[in-house]
């Protein structure tokens, strides 16, 4: 059984603050429903809908970001060029700014006053009220979370690796198939769980780019403010198991990366 050393009373007590911070409000929301109600909501058709479709838009969300993100990501890993590190504060901008303000962006350019918009419109796309226009807020926000892990899987494969294999005569692609992606690549799974964590919660920007069709956090929002509290509650606790499932999933690969470091 291993022993802890070094423990201070000012650590038991930083422990004790941020854990009661974090479960008192989660366990009285958590506890606040009764089992009838907690299994009355998932029977509920509209709630399996906003559940399912915010899963299913987070994972596409974090499946676009792999394919769109991976290139980027390694570009940033491998080369060091004159406005990188503004290249890297313009990747956690979505991070940082107010989400509204990303559903509000998102709206200015999806709509027949911008050519944007209006060239989206005439191939058949439209992100006003869509699963499409959800999609979208979801890969704005959870786009960071993806190319700073894969940026940083890409960092921690030696670059000597990639060289021999180059000095053996694979080209470039061969080399990333081969070598560096199957060493990063756990770092790239973790990335796309983070990314599709961060979507599930979206709500700020999703409620102005598509109050319907409505995810689970919508759907939450919406039971609030008409029926009050004890309806929106049930939602809550199978949004927090979800997350608590992926993030579990993340600690596990986490714990496989220690045992991966080359």
Request: charged share 15%.
């Amino acid at each position: 059984m291993k022993k802890f050393h070094n423990i201070s009373v000012s650590n038991i007590i930083s422990a004790f603050l941020v854990l009661g911070f974090i479960l008192l409000p989660l366990s009285q929301l958590i506890f606040g429903s009764s089992p009838t109600e907690i299994i009355d909501t998932i029977m509920d058709k509209d709630v399996r809908e906003a559940i399912i479709r915010s899963m299913a838009c987070s994972g596409l969300a974090a499946i676009l970001a792999f394919a769109i993100g991976t290139p980027f990501a390694f570009l940033l890993a491998r080369n060091n060029f004159k406005g990188k590190e503004l290249l890297n504060s313009i990747i956690d901008l979505p991070i940082m700014i107010p989400h509204p303000v990303i559903g509000i962006a998102l709206l200015g350019i999806a709509g027949r006053n911008h050519w944007i918009g209006q060239r989206l419109l005439d191939a058949g796309i439209r992100l006003m009220g869509t699963s499409t226009g959800i999609v979208a807020v979801l890969l704005f926000v959870g786009l960071p979370f993806y190319i700073n892990a894969a940026r940083d899987g890409f960092e921690s494969v030696p670059e000597r690796l990639e060289k021999a294999a180059r000095t053996l005569g694979a080209n470039r692609s061969q080399t990333f198939f081969r070598v560096t992606f199957p060493l990063a690549w756990k770092y790239l799974l973790t990335g796309m769980i983070m990314c599709m964590a961060r979507a599930l919660s979206e709500f700020g920007a999703v409620v102005i780019i598509a109050y319907h069709p409505m995810v689970a956090p919508v759907l939450m929002y919406e039971r609030f403010t008409a029926y009050g509290l004890s309806y929106s509650r049930p939602v809550a606790i199978w949004l927090i198991a979800l997350s608590l499932v992926l993030f579990a999933a993340l600690r596990l690969l986490s714990r496989g990366l220690k045992g991966n470091k080359i």
